[in-house]
């Protein structure tokens, strides 16, 4: 494998790690829709590289399917339920900015060790690509936890999710189906938890899901 | 021997006439792009001249240090702008100080220049020395941060060899390069005053900083002040241009013509540097003073991931 | 016995019995009027020759021989010897004793109760001497012991000042616990034949798991010492409590005598070392330097900030130590000479700024009768010579170039830099972290301290006590200003000082850093000098020569003229000085930067509706986490059992006898069940 391939293929799953970090340091949830939108293009454009290099032109169907689903149709979606919602437009933390980011640094280095350590004889390649992919799940998951609002969550799951697709991509040969069948399970859960959002909007007038906590009885 | 002598002898001297020249290149791009006329670019010039010539009026309880601090801010400063590359590589003395002792250089100014806020025993002057160090406390571990990853890259902190290393094919597409780019900005954009942590254009505003810690100046003492806030942002623009666009600079050995091109291809990074960083202050609104830790946790955090990202790339 | 040349044990140890006599003869000179120059005058004398002999075996090699004195155990004998370490750090112990008798002179004068002080000073001096001279680990105890109690005796010298009771019974509490760690940890390392000289302990060594214990203990005993975070509460009450002069000698060398017994036993005696052991040393040092500093800028107390401020560089020097273990247990012997150098670097540094600190410290009390920040300001204009070189001390210890505090954390930063050749990934990961922590410390430390001189001795006098200040004696300046100076020369002339500690790197780690004293233009070049070199000579040069070049020809070609008149201020000027930034307002925005996370920081404001005449006000709540954590904890238990024990106090005789008899039966019962 060249030397220009690899570089390139570094470059793009770093910037999608880069991306996470903004996803975390955004306070606006329209900016964040963009952040997440601007993810995806890394994304599609991360796996037709890798479509490029390995020689395998379905990869291309996937990353046509980030661009079209992630990068337009579900931020475009997100943007409309918000105004419609008439949701806070500021990210709720539960923890502040600068702890999450020294947390997502640790999470980082951790993947960084495990990945590693554990694909020592791996392609370095795949090697690279795994490490990126573990810590930008990791990252979505801390997104996840360290959010209130649920539209901000489904943000974490879904750049999770690109995560995944990532370390699919980077393993060679895996099968088309199983993409195809990724990228449909995350518009179901989309669609799910948007039909969610309005039934929590109708009964109990917020997003917050510290609201569902309260009036499930339980005590945070 | 001489030859490298006068090299670095022009190399200070032209740091010392471009830096005024730029900051006036900056405001006149700035009133331009709001469709202003501007001060003519040779206005911060005269502004020193005419600031040379008055007499210097002291509060009634400044102290001898206040006196002083001038002269020291602007030869620390002027010192560590003739350390950073500009158009020539591996100038005689580059080796004197390494990228760090260069970023301490500018500690050792901006510890004395806070000094002279607290000097006068006004309210204001304590802002503005509080408030700096508070952002130079977020800035310095990006800096750090920074230098690491280049470091790492280049084998060295020495930046005539940083500069070689970028130039060599070795180098490659990175990441992390592009972090500490960014992250580089940041602190530079802090560092300086500019907006949006703080505005140079202000005098009068509670949000000042700079600005603050030199109410109780005037005259020759302001003038060198002045002086070294230029030098200050020309070396910024000199090292992120030393650093990532290395390209036109004469290398060691080069003859005279070699070297003309390098100032040439100088002038031109500078012209750049300043018309993008005109843009970017039309453009952006300055922040409240406590958000400015999230910027600069910002550039920390680009640094540190640079650093991590680099060892991915270096351990395969 | 060995013939009296100067570079001997017994050399060193005859001085150590001249401090001894000297402590003996002042119990009764005490109360005498005037006792105090004559004391301290002996002391300087001793110590002078003291690191007169010292410098001679560091410079010269160490001397072969070793005393047994017949003390202590009667089968062991007390072991003394010197070698390159010891020389470093007796020459380091005996420079900061030379100072603060020279200081003491001076400010011994203004002391109420000169007999709580005077006896207690030499055994103090004696005591740190002793622990560096011992040679085997009975005796090693003994002296820490003992210089731990005349540290503690100085502590309680103004017992019924304040709180300085209460850092007494902490001290000494502390204290104990962190001999009994290293007890512990001698007691591992001399297995089970007792072989209690440190001789038979290195050829001993240790297996790996009581090697792992041993240093557990190790950090426990001597960090604790040393000041190490979380260890490091009893530091910032004991420095502060003791006279100024005990101050300096307890923040700038007591603590380094702690590293070097962290150094003699892991290191040294302990045999190889696994590379994982760098990693709690390594956090512990990051963790150390970043909360001493934050500490530090939260004080009002001025030796209070000093204090804290120890903690911090502790942390630096800690850990240049731990780069020297991962480097060394990798096997990579020139980066860990680097890293020791720069440890030792800084232990010398630490020594020399600290010491003029704590040293100006004492002569703003002296002056003004007063250590709260808030009340002074303006010292510049009445205590000139002190507030120069209190100045120095300050960009020193803020690690401006071209001074020494630079020079050592600049060696310190190009250790980090060869981290990634180190195979384990914890250690990769780790290091640079660290190093972005000493960067953040190094910023904060430059923030504290223009705090700490712009507060004390620029702006406008904010009390009646600042503004009647005068200068100290000439004594007490002179001590100030030898330190200094070396400051300078030390940052100015790094070389010199790498060189003359490569005997005692080479001794530990069996590499040395490249001679630096034959390079051009006297610049230092750790590794190679594409890589990185600096010049502190050149730096120092150049900025003199432009500063001045500057100012004459301003003065020359433009204008001289100088008009004094009210400060400008925006147009807001205010006559009284409660205007001014005070301490606290200094520090307030990196406390909401820091302070919700580091010390729980809360703040109340209080706020009156429009109208209403009473003042606003700002109410702030900073909390020791470290204290609340584990040591109230620990408390608690402690009381918690002793109160359960004391139920033992009220027994009948007849409940006391089955206690014994059901004692016997179990034991004996352990005794048949044992295999």
Redesign the interface.
């Known amino acids: 494998m060249g030397?220009?391939e690899?570089?390139?293929a570094?470059?793009l799953?770093?910037?999608l790690?880069?991306m996470s970090?903004m996803l975390l340091?955004q306070d606006r949830l329209f900016a964040l829709l963009n952040v997440f939108a601007l993810q995806a293009v890394v994304l599609a454009l991360s796996v037709s590289w890798q479509a490029y290099v390995q020689g395998a032109p379905h990869l291309y169907v996937t990353a046509a399917i980030a661009l079209v689903f992630k990068a337009i149709v579900i931020p475009v979606a997100l943007h409309r339920i918000i105004v419609r919602l008439g949701i806070h437009r500021e990210v709720e933390n539960v923890v502040?900015?600068?702890?999450t980011?020294l947390a997502?640094?640790g999470l980082?280095?951790l993947s960084?060790?495990v990945m590693?350590?554990v694909t020592a004889d791996a392609y370095?390649l795949a090697?690279?690509d795994l490490?990126?992919a573990l810590s930008v799940v990791l990252l979505g998951l801390l997104m996840m936890v360290t959010r209130n609002n649920a539209v901000s969550q489904i943000v974490g799951f879904m750049s999770l999710e690109n995560g995944l697709i990532l370390a699919a991509t980077g393993a060679k040969g895996m099968p088309l189906v199983v993409e195809i069948s990724v990228a449909f399970s995350v518009l179901i859960a989309f669609i799910v938890i948007g039909t969610l959002l309005f039934r929590i909007r109708e009964r109990f007038d917020t997003v917050d899901a510290d609201a569902l906590d309260r009036f499930r009885g339980g005590q945070r | 021997m001489i030859f490298d002598l006068a090299i670095q002898n022009a190399q200070m001297l032209l740091v010392l006439a471009l830096a005024p020249l730029l900051t006036g290149f900056i405001r006149k791009v700035k009133a331009r792009l709001l469709r202003r006329q501007g001060p003519p670019l040779l206005q911060p010039y005269r502004d020193l001249l005419r600031l040379l010539r008055k007499e210097a009026v002291l509060a009634e309880n400044a102290s001898w240090l206040f006196r002083v601090i001038p002269y020291l801010i602007f030869a620390a400063t002027w010192v560590a702008a003739s350390l950073v590359p500009t158009f020539a590589a591996g100038l005689m003395f580059n080796w004197s100080a390494d990228l760090i002792a260069v970023i301490a250089l500018l500690g050792s100014a901006r510890f004395f220049l806070a000094l002279a806020g607290m000097d006068a025993g006004t309210s204001f002057g304590g802002i503005g020395s509080s408030r700096e160090m508070m952002i130079a406390t977020l800035a310095e571990p990006a800096t750090i941060m920074i230098v690491f990853t280049l470091a790492l890259l280049a084998g060295s902190t020495q930046l005539s060899v940083v500069a070689g290393f970028m130039l060599s094919p070795a180098v490659?597409?990175?990441?992390?390069l592009?972090?500490a780019l960014v992250a580089l900005v940041m602190v530079a954009i802090a560092e300086n005053a500019r907006i949006p942590i703080d505005n140079p254009a202000t005098h009068l505003e509670l949000t000042m900083v700079h600005e603050a810690m030199l109410l109780e100046y005037s005259g020759r003492h302001l003038a060198v002040i002045e002086l070294a806030a230029s030098l200050k942002l020309l070396l910024y623009m000199s090292l992120i241009a030393c650093v990532f666009i290395p390209w036109g600079q004469a290398q060691p050995g080069g003859g005279a013509s070699a070297q003309m091109i390098g100032v040439a291809a100088y002038i031109a990074k500078l012209a750049a540097g300043g018309v993008l960083l005109a843009l970017f202050e039309t453009a952006v609104a300055k922040m409240r003073v406590f958000r400015v830790?999230?910027f600069l946790?910002?550039a920390l955090?680009?640094g540190?991931?640079g650093t991590?990202?680099l060892?991915?790339?270096r351990?395969? | 016995m060995a013939p009296m040349i100067p570079a001997s044990p017994a050399f060193a140890l005859s001085c150590v019995g001249a401090l001894l006599a000297i402590a003996v003869l002042a119990i009764p000179g005490g109360r005498l009027r005037d006792a105090a120059p004559v004391v301290y005058g002996a002391c300087l004398a001793t110590s002078l020759v003291a690191l007169g002999g010292a410098l001679i075996c560091l410079l010269a090699g160490p001397p072969a021989s070793n005393v047994v004195l017949p003390l202590g155990l009667p089968w062991v004998g007390a072991h003394f010897r010197i070698d390159a370490l010891a020389a470093f750090f007796l020459a380091v112990v005996n420079l900061g004793a030379v100072a603060a008798s020279l200081y003491g002179i001076g400010y011994g004068r203004h002391e109420s109760e000169p007999q709580r002080v005077l006896p207690f000073f030499p055994a103090f001096l004696a005591g740190m001497n002793l622990v560096v001279l011992a040679d085997d680990a009975f005796s090693f105890l003994l002296a820490w012991e003992f210089m731990s109690l005349a540290s503690w005796a100085l502590v309680m010298a103004h017992h019924r000042e304040g709180d300085n009771a209460r850092a007494g019974y902490v001290y000494i509490v502390m204290a104990s616990f962190g001999t009994l760690a290293l007890l512990l940890a001698f007691g591992l390392l001399a297995g089970p034949e007792g072989g209690y000289a440190f001789a038979a302990i290195r050829a001993h060594g240790a297996s790996a798991p009581s090697a792992a214990l041993v240093l557990g203990l190790v950090l426990l005993g001597a960090g604790s010492k040393a000041g190490l975070a979380p260890l490091h509460v009893w530091l910032p009450l004991a420095h502060p409590a003791a006279p100024s002069h005990v101050s300096a000698l307890m923040s700038g060398v007591m603590t380094k005598v702690a590293v070097y017994g962290f150094i003699r036993i892991v290191f040294d005696l302990l045999g190889p070392q696994a590379w994982w052991w760098g990693l709690p040393v390594l956090a512990a040092g990051g963790g150390s330097a970043v909360l001493g500093v934050l500490y530090a800028l939260m004080q009002n107390d001025l030796k209070r900030v000093l204090a804290y401020s120890t903690i911090e560089n502790i942390g630096l020097i800690f850990v240049g130590l731990g780069l020297t273990i991962a480097f060394e247990a990798n096997g990579f012997h020139a980066a860990a000479a680097l890293a020791l150098t720069a440890a030792l670097f800084h232990v010398f540094n630490h020594a020399l700024f600290k010491s003029i600190l704590f040293f100006g410290a004492g002569a703003v009390l002296t002056a003004t009768g007063e250590r709260q920040m808030d009340r002074l300001g303006g010292l510049i204009h009445k205590m000139p010579l002190t507030s120069f070189l209190v100045l120095i001390a300050c960009a020193a210890i803020s690690a401006l170039p071209p001074l020494n505090g630079f020079a050592s954390e600049w060696l310190v930063f190009q250790a980090i830099l060869l981290s990634p050749q180190l195979p384990q990934?914890?250690l990769k990961?780790l290091i640079p972290?660290v190093g972005a922590l000493l960067a953040l410390s190094a910023a904060l430390a430059a923030a504290c301290f223009v705090r700490v001189f712009g507060i004390v001795f620029l702006g406008r006098p904010r009390s009646q006590q600042a503004r009647d200040a005068h200068e100290v004696d000439r004594w007490s300046i002179s001590a100030m200003a030898m330190l200094a100076a070396l400051c300078v020369i030390a940052g100015v002339l790094p070389g010199f000082m790498i060189d003359s500690i490569a005997s005692v790197v080479d001794a530990l780690t069996g590499a040395r850093m490249p001679a630096q004293a034959s390079l051009q233009w006297l610049s230092i070049v750790p590794v190679a000098e594409s890589r990185s070199s600096y010049n502190g000579l050149l730096v120092f040069a150049f900025i003199a020569a432009s500063a001045s070049l500057a100012a004459y020809a301003i003065h020359r070609l433009a204008s001289q003229a100088v008009r004094r008149a009210p400060a400008w201020d925006c147009g807001f000027p205010d006559p009284s000085p409660s205007t001014q930034y005070s301490a606290e307002s200094f520090s307030q925005p990196i406390q909401r930067v820091f302070g919700?996370?580091v010390f729980k920081a809360s703040e109340r404001i209080d706020m009156p509706a429009p109208g209403d005449m009473r003042p606003a006000r700002i109410k702030v709540e900073l909390r020791d986490l470290a204290w609340e954590l584990i040591y109230a904890p620990i408390a608690q238990a402690v009381s918690f059992t002793a109160e359960r024990l004391n139920r033992l106090q009220f027994l009948t005789i007849r409940v006391y006898l089955s206690l014994v008899f059901f004692a016997l039966v179990t034991l004996l019962l352990a005794l048949a069940v044992w295999p």
């Not at chain 1, 502040?96 to 702890?99: C, E, K, L, R, W």
């Not at chain 2, 490659?172 to 992390?176: E, I």
Request: proline share 3%.
């Open positions: 030397r220009l690899f570089d390139v570094h470059l799953a770093g910037g790690v880069l970090f340091y502040g900015v600068g702890p980011m997502g640094m980082v280095a960084m060790v590693l350590r370095p090697r690279e490490a990126f | 490659g597409l990175r990441v992390s592009g972090l830790s999230d946790g910002a955090m680009l540190l991931l991590l990202l060892f991915v790339s351990s395969l | 990934w914890g990961l972290a919700s996370y």
